[in-house]
């Protein structure tokens, strides 16, 4: 476990938080963030909390700032009528560069933060983050969330509804470039990097479905995006659906026309970055890491020259039993792909982007021999 504060990389993620309070992150799930110190505050009784939802979401936002830890909420009855709730952040001073301004900006920002966390109505959650709360930005500058920054919250914490929303509704702003806040690299937005690596099936088909939209010029920039050097080693995301082994991540990339031939920093392409991890020993998720490698074979050319082709000659036996026979022929040259993959290279090119993978179902292939059976919602 590592912890993380002042605006530094959460591990693992390529994902920057803003100065806030502790980040905790573990190996076995997303970040989570440590609770603010607890503040003396009215309490109203606690309603009895039905199954699977947070008692947050049945309570006004004032109330639900007040248990976030940004103190009691203010209601100024007026004689005869009740005046809308005074906010911690007070528009006397939002926008300054004071330490009490910083203060409830990180307040506020981790309040919105908790409430995706704790995967709370799309309404609710929208009407925090274009009225409600605001981040801190390097310099003293005070920002509202963006639907890109609020996007990557949906991904690390699996809200697929928000995700779902704010895709719809700002399909270019909800993909554009982060705040540095947010990104150490200013130069593509991370979303679907960021979905590969958090293993989001179903809001990376969202995302891929959205880009589809795009100029062609804009979409190969989100498909073959490039991480930053520093931190990602200048891989795309086909790289970290490789390097992680996401057969399902990888298949609905390639799919959707990511490039299989780019190169990450290390001059690896991606199918060098799974041999990789089809060669460490002990042999784990071995099935999954041949199943990646069945799907690439079905988009990759023929003559796709890759770093490690070399060793697989020069190790010929090892690799023949970690890839079987046929594989390994393929990939060295010595024989061509079998019928069944040479078919599948036909029927999948087939196959426009805007319809896959929903038109894999309408192969005239029994489904055992489909590549992978997604079942995901259009």
Known sequence: MSVCTGGREVPRTGLWVSPAPAVLSDAAGPPQLAPPPSRAAPRSPRSPRSPGRSVLTSLPLPQVLARCGLGAPAWKVAPGRAQPPVMPWSVRWVGGRGAQSQKQCKKSSFAFYQAVRDLLPVWFLEDMRTMEVFHWEDGGKVSVYSPS???????????????????????????????????????????????????????????????????????????????????????????????????????????????????DSAGNTPLDTLLQQISHTPAANMRAKLLCLDCLFFFVPQDLQFAMKQQLVDNRQRWQDLLGENRFQCLVGLAPPSLFVGAMRVLIRTISPEHFPEALDNLPLPHFLKPLDLKLES
Do not use: W
């Open 149 to 263: 920054e609020a996007l990557l919250y949906a991904l690390v914490h699996d809200h697929q509804p928000y995700a779902r929303h704010l895709l719809t509704k700002f399909p270019q702003s909800a993909l554009a470039v982060p705040s540095q806040s947010f990104s150490c690299c200013q130069s593509s937005a991370p979303h679907l990097a960021m979905a590969v690596r958090y293993n989001r099936v179903r809001i990376l088909f969202r995302i891929l479905k959205a880009i589809q939209a795009f100029p062609p010029s804009d979409r190969a920039g989100h498909l073959d995006r490039r991480g930053c050097s520093r931190v990602e080693g200048g891989k795309t995301a086909l790289h970290v659906a490789c390097e992680l082994v996401r057969p399902e991540c990888l298949l609905l990339l390639l799919g959707h026309g990511a490039s299989p031939c780019l190169q």
